[in-house]
């Protein structure tokens, strides 16, 4: 009896990126029940060697070496989030082991973090000649961080589902599927930034998704209208989502009071 050879599997074509600034998102718990037990006046030398710390990270970020953003998170995954880009993963880590180092992260516990390279796709093309030159293409790569009113941030993934495989799909059907993807999210142009982190290699997720706003609920709305593209609908995973709001350096003093 013949045995019937089954399909051969075919590759499909992985799309390039185009890769800029690498990120780092720490996301914190403050752990207020042993800060009420520290003098007040021990505190606040806490709070002033933090904002010390965040006047370093803004002197990097005057030079357009690197961008920073702190934010409160609402809910109970975490109380903090402060998100840092910078040129090289060393660069990162540097920054990580100083924020370490503050008194204050003796109290801030950790509760989640995402690691990630600032990433833009090529399915619509990335334009003629080097595309590290262009002007339009830097500023997305190596973004300074908006000082928008509130964040949003979620890792996502595209499914490997049998049936339902993004990994199986042409690059033509891809590309096409991407374009429709990509014209909801330029409807929402002037009301969020998105920071697309490419992850894969680097964390749990291929991707982590960073969105800031003024208006909240335009998180919801596009978020919402996403889900029924087919990029989403069919391919798209999704894990916890982070919101927050904008916490300037000038106010910590006033968050930490007890």
């Known amino acids: 009896m013949q045995h019937q050879s089954s399909e051969p599997t075919v590759t499909q074509q992985a799309a390039e990126t185009l890769d800029g600034w690498y990120t780092f998102h720490d996301f914190r718990r403050i752990d207020w029940s042993r800060l009420k037990q520290v003098e007040a006046t021990v505190r606040t030398k806490m709070v002033h060697e933090f904002q010390a710390f965040l006047s370093e990270l803004a002197q990097v970020e005057e030079q357009k070496e690197g961008s920073h953003a702190l934010y409160t998170i609402i809910g109970q995954k ?12 060393e660069d990162i880590q540097a920054v990580e082991v100083k924020m370490q180092k503050l008194d204050l992260y003796d109290y801030l516990i950790p509760t989640y973090s995402y690691v990630s390279v600032v990433e833009l796709g090529t399915y619509r093309g990335s334009g003629e000649g080097n595309p590290y030159e262009n002007p339009y293409v830097r500023d ?119």
């Not at 975490?78 to 993963?89: G, H, N, S």
């Not at 335009?218 to 609908?233: C, H, L, N, P, T």
Request: hydrophobic fraction near 40%.
């Open 78 to 89: 975490a109380d903090l989030v402060l998100m840092v880009l910078r040129p090289t993963m």
């Open 140 to 258: 997305r790569l190596y973004p300074i961080l908006p000082k928008s009113k509130h964040i949003c941030f979620y890792p996502m993934s595209k499914s490997r589902r049998d049936g339902d495989n993004w990994y199986t799909l042409s690059m033509e059907k891809r590309k096409e599927l991407m374009y429709r993807h990509g014209m909801i999210g330029r409807s929402y142009a002037g009301k969020i930034q998105q920071i697309i982190g490419g992850s894969t290699g680097f964390d749990d997720w291929e991707w982590g998704v960073t969105l800031f706003a003024n208006d909240i609920l335009q998180f919801k709305k596009i978020v919402y209208e996403m889900r029924f593209d087919e990029v989403s609908a069919k391919y798209g995973e999704f894990g916890e989502f982070f919101i927050g709001n904008r916490l300037e350096s000038t106010d910590l003093e006033a968050h930490f009071a007890l």
